[in-house]
C-alpha cells in the first residue's frame, strides 16, 4: 500500500530554517508529482508547493516563494521542503502528497492528490 511519512518539523525561531522530508513507499516515486500542503486553524489548507516527476518544474504559492525550495531524491523515494527565513505565519501542520499525474498543474485542488501523509508539525515562534 502507499505510504507516505513525513519528518523534520519541530520549534524554530523567527528567520530560522528547517528542513522537512517525505518518505515514499508502495508506488513508482519516479512516475508522480508530489505536493507540500499545510494546515492551521484560521486558514484551513493552504497548498505550498508542487514539484514534477522529474524535479525539473517547481511552483510556489507567493507567501513562500523565494523563501522554500521544494526537491525529490527519486533514487531514495524521498520529497524534500527546505524551508529558510521562516516567519510565525508558517506555522502550521505540513503534509506531503501525492499527486494523481506526472505533472504540476496551474490550478490545483485537493481533488487532484490521492494518498497524503500523516503531517508534521511545524512551530515558528520566539
Known amino acids: 500500500e502507499v505510504q507516505l511519512v513525513e519528518s523534520g518539523g519541530g520549534l524554530v525561531q523567527p528567520g530560522g530554517s528547517l528542513r522537512l522530508s517525505c518518505a515514499a513507499s508502495?508506488?513508482?516515486?519516479?512516475?508522480?508529482?508530489m505536493n507540500w500542503v499545510r494546515q492551521t486553524p484560521g486558514k484551513g489548507l493552504e497548498w505550498v508547493s508542487s514539484?514534477?516527476?522529474?524535479?525539473?518544474?517547481?511552483t510556489y504559492t507567493d507567501a513562500v516563494k523565494g523563501r522554500f525550495t521544494i526537491s525529490r531524491d527519486n533514487a531514495k523515494n524521498t520529497l524534500y521542503l527546505q524551508m529558510n527565513s521562516l516567519k510565525p505565519e508558517d506555522t502550521a501542520v505540513y503534509y506531503c502528497?501525492?499527486?494523481?499525474?506526472?505533472?504540476?498543474?496551474?490550478?490545483?485542488?485537493?481533488?487532484?492528490?490521492?494518498?497524503w501523509g500523516q503531517g508534521t508539525q511545524v512551530t515558528v515562534s520566539s
Open positions: 502528497a501525492k499527486s494523481k499525474e506526472a505533472f504540476v498543474v496551474v490550478v490545483t485542488a485537493v481533488y487532484d492528490y490521492d494518498y
Open positions: 508502495g508506488f513508482t516515486f519516479s512516475n508522480y508529482a
Open positions: 514539484i514534477n516527476n522529474g524535479g525539473g518544474t517547481t
